[in-house]
């Protein structure tokens, strides 16, 4: 089980006015040698919610796909609305 914390990286932190927010947490796990899934969200209850899994094909390649789900506000009245944002890569991981 892996834990980790990112804090965020944005215009607010160029300025020099970070906010704890844009602070990430995730918990992974392997569930098994070459599958990896992991949840992360930031601290604040609207931001972005994340969910990877990784499946490694063979020691050099492997397949990661990403769903971002972002929550957008409400507007006078209206209920609150998701969009989400899937991601695939294919990878090529050279360990030395």
Known sequence: MTI???SGRG???LAGTGDYRD???????????GLYVKYKQGLSIS???????EYRI???FLIRSEVIRYFEK???GNS?????????????RWEF
């Open 11 to 13: 215009a607010n932190e």
């Open 58 to 60: 063979s020691n050099l």
């Open 74 to 76: 409400a507007i006078q």
């Open 47 to 53: 931001s972005a919610r994340q969910i990877e899994v």
């Open 4 to 6: 980790e914390l990112e």
């Open 23 to 33: 602070t990430k947490i995730g918990i992974g796990k392997y569930l098994s040698q």
């Open 80 to 92: 609150p609305r998701t969009s989400d944002e899937i991601n695939v890569d294919l990878k090529l």
